[in-house]
T-cell receptor
Framework: QKEVEQDPGPLSVPEGAIVSLNCTYS??????FMWYRQYSRKGPELLMY????GNKEDGRFTAQVDKSSKYISLFIRDSQPSDSATYLC???????????????FGQGTILTVHP | DVKVTQSSRYLVKRTGEKVFLECVQD?????MFWYRQDPGLGLRLIYF???????EKGDIPEGYSVSREKKERFSLILESASTNQTSMYLC????????????FGSGTRLTVV
């Protein structure tokens, strides 16, 4: 079993839809949770990060962490064609220390938003 | 803006060649990482380094080596390229003790023929 599971999709939605992207994990030591967005033929870029449980909002994006269920989500409101990309979840037990901030990534979900 | 620069976007090499992939970052990050990304397999860590001349094996180090002679530069070496090393290679860097995640380069798409 992988430490981090992410449905690879692909996910196709119409413009304006609410998108929900999810990851589950098995390592209860994970404390830092991140979402990266990767456009085609580009490197991933950090979209959002959260520490421990709770919600964090940034514009149309909301990241949610439920540590009791070992489940994280990224919601995109009013989705746009420019949101079409691969979304990767990532997590780490700590920001540094013995793990040197190493991230464990999900497989990535391919999202297409149609005009 | 933080920049992680990978020397080549596309590379075609022959089987058996020694291949060097270069990565330079300009933010004084302590950590540097090399990943490969393949469809269906996601990102897999090859090697990482948390300081000059220090290196640690990741999940798939076989067939690869690395060099970090200066803090800003981290090189990935394919000792004898094989067709199963055809992949997208991504370099990343980060601070040692801050929760700001990684900054990735744009990637090098390597094809071994």
């Amino acid at each position: 079993q992988k430490e981090v599971e992410q449905d690879p999709g692909p996910l196709s939605v119409p413009e304006g839809a609410i998108v929900s992207l999810n990851c589950t994990y098995s390592n209860s030591a994970f404390q830092y949770f991140m979402w990266y967005r990767q456009y085609s033929r580009k490197g991933p870029e950090l979209l959002m990060y959260t520490y421990s449980s709770g919600n964090k909002e940034d514009g149309r994006f909301t990241a949610q962490v439920d540590k009791s269920s070992k489940y994280i989500s990224l919601f995109i409101r009013d989705s746009q064609p420019s949101d079409s990309a691969t979304y990767l979840c990532a997590m780490s037990p700590n920001a540094g220390g013995t793990s040197y901030g190493k991230l464990t990534f999900g497989q990535g979900t391919i999202l297409t938003v149609h005009p | 803006d933080v920049k992680v620069t990978q020397s080549s976007r596309y590379l075609v090499k022959r089987t058996g060649e020694k291949v060097f992939l270069e990565c330079v970052q300009d933010m004084d990050h302590e950590n540097m990482f090399w990943y490969r990304q393949d469809p269906g397999l996601g990102l897999r860590l090859i090697y990482f380094s948390y300081d000059v001349k220090m290196k640690e094996k990741g999940d798939i180090p076989e067939g690869y080596s690395v060099s970090r002679e200066k803090k800003e530069r981290f090189s990935l070496i394919l000792e004898s390229a094989s067709t199963n090393q055809t992949s997208m290679y991504l370099c990343a860097s980060s601070y040692l003790d801050r929760e700001e995640g990684y900054t990735f380069g744009s990637g090098t798409r390597l094809t071994v023929v």
